[in-house]
C-alpha cells in the first residue's frame, strides 16, 4: 500500500490564494468491498461555473463519489466509470433544472485510483493528469481537444491510462500545464524530492493556476494534507525573509499545515500522536523558510544547492539553517509544542537530529564490545545443549498436545453419550482405529476444498487483471492496430478469467470489450437466437438456408434432403409432413440433394425450392405439393459430378468441377427443357479460375460469383463481345469502405470465407461468410467492404467448431447454421 501527501496549489495572478475544493483523497473504509479493500482514491473536479456550483457542493459530490467508489465492486476502470457516470448525470439534472438561469454548468474531472502497485486514471473532460516516477514523465490528456466534459451529454467522452509506481513517485493534475513540465526539466539532476518538484511545476508556470499535487510514497494507506494557509496582511508579526545570492526579500509565503497523521522519514515509521509543526513555504519566489530541525521529518536537500541560496528546505534538516531554524520556533512555534507536555521538556537541551541521523551508525559501533572467540569444544557443547533444550521442548509439546487430544475426546464422548458411569468409553478398539483414521481424511478433504476453492478465486482475479490492464493499454494506444491487438488480448484474458468464475464483473468488461473492437472493426453485432423451436437431431448437417416468406428450408447435407420449417409463436416449426429427399417421384427418380435454389412463385409446380443431386436430376418442392423430378439435359460432354448450383431469374447455373464447366440453363414454363449453355464458351483459359477449388457460387444478373477454397472471390461478367465474351477478375480486390478506413485494403479475417450470397435492392450486396466467427461481410458491388455484421450467441453454446451455412431474407432476418443448430438475429 501507499501513503498519500496531498498539496494543492492555487494562484491568481501570481499571488498564493487559499482553495479548498474540488481535490480530494481517501483510503478504503472498514466496510469497503472486498476489490476496494487495498484501493485509495484521488479526486480532482474542476467547473466553468463556480458560483453554480459553489466549493460547499463540490465538495459534497466528491464525497459522495468516494462512499460510491469503496462500495462499488468489480475491476477499478469499471468503478472509476460508475463516478464518471454519476457526476454526469447530477451535473445535467442540475443544468437542466437551471436551463433559464445562464450558461450551463460543464466539468472536468481526473480520477485516480492507487491499486497494488499501479494508478489507473480516468478522465473526463479538457484536463491534463502527469506521473512521475523513477522510470519517466507520462502525460495524459485528450489530444484531439474535442471532449466537452462533464454535464453536457448522456454518455461522456471517457479516457483510461494506466501507470506503474513501483517505490513511489507523483501524480500532479492541472487544466493549464506549463510547457516546462516535461521530463528533462522535471528530472533534471535526478528525480527530485516534493519541494523540488513544487518549485519546478512553478517556475514559468501561468499566473493563474490551479495545480493538483500528490506525492505517492510505500506506507500504510495514511493521507495527509497539506493546505496553504494565507498569513494576513495586518499581522502583528513581520514576515521573515531569507537571504538569496542577491540579498532579495521575500513578498510572501504560503504555511502548510498537515491535517493527519504523517509519516516520519528519518527512521521508522511512525504516527504523531500530536499534530506536526508547520513547514513555511514561499510559493512565489520559490524559496521556505526553514523551521527548527526535530519540528518535521526531512527529505533530502537539492544536491545543487548551497548556502544562502534557494535551497529545499521543506522538513528539511540542514546543518547551514540550524541558527535560523531556532529563531523562527522561538517566534512562530511557542505555542504548539510536539510529543509530550511541555513541562517535560523545557529543562533538556536541544537535540541536533542531523547529528543523529548521520552519527547514530558510529555510535552503535561503539557500543558494541568485541566478544572472545570460543573454542572448538566449547561450540560443540553450545550445540548439544541446544539440541537437547530442542527435543525436550518437542517431547513437551507433544505430551501437552496429547493430553489436549484426550480431554477434547473424551468430553466429546461423554456429552454423546458413548461412555459408562466412571467415563470410561463404550466404543470398540476398532470404531475407535476407524475414527482416528476418518478425521485426517475429513481434515485433508476440508483442506484441500478451500485450497481449490482460493486457487480458482486466485486464477480468477489474476486474470480479470490481465484484462484490465489489457484494456487499459488498448486505450491509451493510438495506433489502431495496437489498440486492436490489446482489446483482443483483453477479450481472451476474459475468457481465461471466466473459466474459472462467471461474474457480472466478466460479463460487463466482456461486453466493453466487444464494443469496442466493434468500433474499431466498423461492425454491427447480431443477437443470435435458436430458430427451430425444440432441437434438430445432431446428425443433421445444414449447408444451405433459403428464407422464403415465413417458410424456412434447410438442406441437410448430411440426409441429402431438405427440412422445411414455418414461423410459429415461439420460433420456426419443423414441417413434418413435407417431402423433399431421394427416392422415386413424378418424373423420376433422383439421389441424394446436394444443393438447392429458390424459385419464382409463378413455377407452374409452386413450388418455393429446386434441389439438385450431383448427377443432374432436379426436384421441385414445396409445402403441401408432391415432389415433381426432372433429368437435366446433359450438354456438351454430359453430367459427372455436380457440386454447387445458383439460381437468378428463369436461369439455373450449375457447378460441374469434373467437366470443368459452369452449365447455364434456361427454363420455359418453369421447366429446363433445352440444351445448356456453357458459361465461359469462348472464354480465354487465362480467364477461366480453377473450378475445383470454388466452393460456393452467387449470380448477380450477367456476373458470376465465384468463392474460391482459400477465401478469394472470383468475378466474371459475360461481357457479349466477339473477341472476349467473358471478363474475370480473379480474385477480386477487397477495399475497406468503412468509416476512417476508407480505401485501405481488407484485413482478412483468421478463418477462411466459406459462402457468398447476393441480395437484392434495395441494398443489394455481396455477402460473405466467415467459417469460424460466423460473421457476415457485407460488400457493394465493387467489393468495397461497407458493413461487417458480427455474431453474438451470448450464452447459447455452439456445438460445431464452424457456421456451415447463412442468409438473408428479404425482411432483413439473417440465419446462420453451425452443423443441426440455426440461429437468426434481426439486421438493424
Known sequence: MYDLKLIPIVQAHGKPIPNGSGFLAASPPRRAARSRSEDMLILSFTTSNSERITPELQNAWLANLVQIFFKTSGSVTSALRVLIDTLNLTMMERNLKSAKG????????????????????????????????????QHFFDASQTDRGLGVSRTPTVRYY??????????????SPSKTWNEDQLNFGGFPNLEQLRRRLLNQASPNLRLDLVQIVPGEGQVVTLKPAIPAADAAEPTPSVTFEEAQ?????????????VVDEVGDTQKMSQPPETVEIDETAGAEIPLPSETAPSLPEESEAQPGTDQVLVESLGDETEDQSEEASEDELEEEPIGEPESEHQDEPEVDLLDEVLNAPKKRKEKKTKQPARSFNE????????????LAE???????????????????????????????TTLSNQTMLAIALA?????????????????????????????????ISAYAAEDPSLARASWSQAMMYLDQAESFRRTDEVTQMRSDTQRALD????????????????????GINITRIISYGLDLYLLDAAGGRVIHATRGGQGYQ????FVCSAGNFSGGAVDTLIDMVSLPINNPYQAHVLAADAIGNVIYCGPGQSPVVQTLPRGEGGVDAVTRIAGEGNLLYVLDPSADAVRVYRSTNGQFLDEPTNFFTGADDGQKPPLGRIVDIAVNGSELYLLRDDGLLVSCVVTGLQGNPVNCENPVTYVDGRPGKEDQPVVMPDSPFIAVQYTLPPEPAVNILEGESADIFRFSLRFRLHQRLRSDFGNYEILSPTATAFTIGVDRIAFVAYGHQVFYAYVE
Open 102 to 137: 445562464g450558461a450551463a454548468a460543464t466539468g472536468a474531472i481526473n480520477l485516480a485510483a492507487v491499486h497494488r502497485r499501479s494508478v489507473y486514471v480516468v478522465q473526463c473532460g479538457l484536463t491534463h493528469a502527469f506521473t512521475l516516477t523513477p522510470l519517466g514523465l
Open 162 to 175: 494506466q501507470a506503474d509506481l513501483g517505490s513511489g513517485g507523483y501524480l500532479f493534475m492541472s487544466d
Open 439 to 471: 478425521i485426517p481424511l475429513v481434515v485433508v478433504v476440508m483442506a484441500v476444498g478451500i485450497y481449490l476453492s482460493r486457487g480458482r478465486t486466485l486464477q480468477y482475479q489474476y486474470y480479470l487483471e490481465q484484462a484490465e490492464m489489457a484494456s
Open 249 to 261: 526579500p521575500i513578498p510572501a509565503r504560503d504555511v502548510f499545515e498537515p491535517e493527519s497523521p
Open 394 to 424: 518437542f517431547f513437551d509439546w507433544r505430551r501437552k498436545a496429547s493430553a489436549d487430544v484426550g480431554h477434547f475426546f473424551k468430553t466429546f464422548f461423554s456429552r454423546v453419550g458413548l461412555t459408562d458411569e466412571e467415563g470410561v
Open 574 to 577: 419443423v414441417d413434418p409432413e
Open 519 to 538: 468500433l474499431l472493426d466498423g461492425a454491427v453485432r447480431l443477437a443470435y437466437h435458436p430458430a427451430i423451436a425444440g432441437s434438430l437431431h445432431d
Open 379 to 390: 561450540n560443540v557443547e553450545l550445540v548439544r545443549e541446544g539440541t537437547l533444550r530442542s
